[in-house]
């Protein structure tokens, strides 16, 4: 049974992201961990989620801590833990228990949506989504399209106010396995968009009956982090150099500068900003790996085996930029 929401204090320091190698179990202080492919382990605490998604190298766990006392608890499909201001919720459910991929997406959004408008903490800052075979499907029948659909459908009022950053990745595990999840505090942040390229939610109709429903990026509450959306090759709403990953990590990292600047952050990616970097193609890791060391040497940086949400792009990542 849900735990009645409290009024909490202002949301304090924003988390703190690491990668570690440990994945034992997790302090008072985390708000979430997160292993990544089938090896990662299973453990029986709401805030630990294995994401469908085979890392490449060293299997790193991602790490939420938070200044303060965590507690979390279940709720059938729906995980949740709070603390210092923060709230992290999660879906994991089955497509094919719930009417396939559009009626999926609706439901675990609606559970979300739910959970987080009897919360104290009311506004989501960002969210991941991750569904297996993304790509599949022609046209307007391709799976992530119909997932855009059933997304906004499942939106609540909590969404109202904005969409929050987000990524959306397809995985190789059960084609069927969805996960969403989302972090949320008591305060609004600031909705960062990229002036080189055109909102999502405004793309024009040849991208699928329902634009993507994200904000390039979140500003959280107190300024001093910038919370990354998935980030790729796009100029415009167009893709651009198809087939070309030297090429398409430039325009990945052009757009990311175009992000810290419109974020007001300071300019340059180093160990300030942890970074996940999702790739199509295993062939291109070596390469993904040269450029991350050429042009962000000190940033941490998890490589992970994904799909990116347009057949033609090969690489796309997110993360966070603090201040300090």
Same mark, same amino acid.
């Given at each position: 049974?849900r ?15 690491r990668?570690s190698h440990?994945s034992?179990?997790?302090s ?10 089938a ?6 605490d709401?805030?630990w989620l294995?994401?469908a ?21 279940r709720?059938?499909e729906l ?7 923060w709230?992290?919720a ?7 228990e719930?009417?396939g &991929?559009? #009626?999926?997406a609706r !439901? =675990?959004y609606?559970?979300l949506?739910?959970?987080? %408008?009897g919360? +104290? @903490?009311?506004?989501?800052q960002?969210i ?7 790509n599949?499907g022609?046209?307007?029948d391709?799976?992530y ?9 499942g ?9 929050p950053?987000a ?5 190789g ?10 972090l ?5 942040g600031?909705r960062v ?6 909102s999502?939610?405004?793309y024009p109709?040849?991208?699928g009956?329902t634009p ?9 509450p107190?300024g001093?982090?910038?919370a990354i959306s998935g &980030?790729? #090759?796009?100029?415009? !709403? =167009?893709s ?6 030297d %090429?398409?990590? +430039? @325009? ?8 810290l600047a419109?974020g007001g952050l300071?300019?340059g ?7 996940k970097?999702?790739?199509r ?9 040269a450029?991350?060391a050429?042009?962000?040497p000190?940033?941490?940086?998890l490589?992970?085996?994904?799909d990116i949400?347009?057949a033609?792009?090969l ?6 930029r603090?201040r300090?």
């Amino acid at each position: 049974m849900r735990e009645p929401a409290r009024q909490t204090t202002h949301a304090r320091a924003a988390p703190r992201v690491r990668y570690s190698h440990e994945s034992g179990e997790l302090s008072a202080s985390t708000l979430a961990a997160f292993g990544f492919g089938a090896s990662a382990p299973v453990l029986d605490d709401p805030r630990w989620l294995r994401v469908a998604l085979e890392p490449f190298g060293d299997p790193l766990v991602e790490v939420w801590e938070v200044d303060g006392e965590v507690h979390g608890g279940r709720e059938g499909e729906l995980r949740w833990s709070r603390g210092g201001g923060w709230l992290f919720a999660a879906v994991e459910c089955r497509e094919d228990e719930h009417g396939g &991929t559009e #009626a999926a997406a609706r !439901h =675990a959004y609606d559970l979300l949506s739910r959970f987080v %408008a009897g919360a +104290a @903490e009311q506004h989501v800052q960002r969210i991941w989504n991750y569904l297996g075979a993304i790509n599949a499907g022609q046209g307007d029948d391709e799976r992530y399209k119909h997932f855009c659909t059933g997304r906004i459908g499942g939106m609540g009022e909590v969404f109202a106010q904005g969409y929050p950053a987000a990524t959306a990745i397809g995985h190789g595990a059960d084609p069927a396995l969805l996960q969403v999840y989302l972090l949320a505090t008591d305060r609004s942040g600031t909705r960062v968009e990229n002036p080189r390229q055109v909102s999502a939610w405004r793309y024009p109709r040849q991208y699928g009956r329902t634009p993507p429903s994200f904000a390039r990026a979140t500003l959280l509450p107190a300024g001093d982090v910038l919370a990354i959306s998935g &980030t790729a #090759a796009v100029v415009g !709403h =167009a893709s651009a150099h198809a087939g070309d990953i030297d %090429a398409q990590l +430039a @325009e990945t990292l052009r757009n990311l500068e175009a992000l810290l600047a419109a974020g007001g952050l300071p300019a340059g990616i180093g160990r300030l900003a942890p970074l996940k970097a999702y790739v199509r193609q295993a062939e291109h890791v070596a390469a993904v790996r040269a450029f991350a060391a050429k042009h962000f040497p000190d940033a941490p940086l998890l490589l992970l085996h994904g799909d990116i949400c347009r057949a033609e792009l090969l690489i796309e990542i997110d993360g966070w930029r603090y201040r300090t």
